[in-house]
């Protein structure tokens, strides 16, 4: 069964870049089989697709925010990455890292951290 | 952006049956957009219930199925209960880079 859990800083301050991480277990993260992806939700609100990686490297964004967005991939730790540049109040949300054997789709999920956005 | 709709409440009574769509705003939703279903409860990460229309995870209960309906997706509640109220959310893939989108969510209550 594969488990995913997201780490990284709670509490980021404007301007700077957001990092998280995602252990995956139960499965390795260099497998055909899935694409690894992130969505946030802001408190009260709803979800947000952030983005996806396959092993290979081929990543899929939001438009909305490509321009700030980086996913990675790490296969010697089986995690992958998310990095958000320049972010501001506006990123605070809870961010859930996912499987899913599309690049757009989820089949398993995270149970999400909240990062927050504050000086 | 494509915006995608979804009605922000509905109630259904114990063991009625109720259905809630999914609506692009670049016009009738297809196979090709693979719409998923998600159940989210409060506190909780969402769970996927359905992939690709209308296929079912193994945790999926029978009682929730998934369609294309009126040029817009559909996930159909058949015999409610009440540990089926929930926020549900759709999501529908877009190609040409345009990536995916979440609706905004359909308050289910069951009374």
């Known amino acids: 069964q594969l488990q995913l859990q997201e780490s990284g800083p709670g509490l980021v301050k404007p301007s700077e870049t957001l990092s998280l991480t995602c252990t995956v277990s139960g499965g390795s993260i260099s497998s055909s089989s899935y694409y690894w992806g992130w969505i946030r939700q802001p408190p009260g609100k709803g979800l947000e697709w952030i983005g996806s990686i396959y092993y290979s490297g081929s990543t899929y964004y939001n438009p909305s925010l490509k321009s700030r967005v980086t996913i990675s991939v790490d296969t010697s730790k089986n995690q992958f990455s998310l990095k958000l540049s320049s972010v501001t109040a506006a990123d605070t949300a809870v961010y859930y890292c996912?499987?899913?054997?599309?690049?757009?789709?989820?089949?398993?999920w995270g149970q999400g951290t909240l990062v927050t956005v504050s000086s | 952006q494509a915006v995608v709709t979804q009605e922000p409440s509905l109630t259904v009574s114990p063991g009625g049956t109720v259905t809630l769509t999914c609506g692009s705003s670049?016009?009738?939703?297809?196979?090709?957009?693979?719409p998923y279903w998600f159940q989210q409860k409060p506190g909780q990460a969402p769970r996927t219930l359905i992939y690709?229309?209308?296929n079912k995870h193994s945790w999926t209960p029978a009682r929730f199925s998934g369609s294309l309906l009126g040029g817009k997706a559909a996930l159909t509640l058949s015999g409610a209960q009440p540990e089926d109220e929930a926020e549900y959310y759709c999501l529908l893939s877009y190609s040409g880079a345009r990536g995916g989108v979440f609706g905004g969510g359909t308050k289910l209550t069951v009374l």
């Open positions: 996912a499987a899913s054997p599309v690049p757009i789709g989820v089949w398993n």
């Open positions: 690709d229309t209308s």
């Open positions: 670049t016009g009738a939703v297809t196979s090709g957009h693979y």
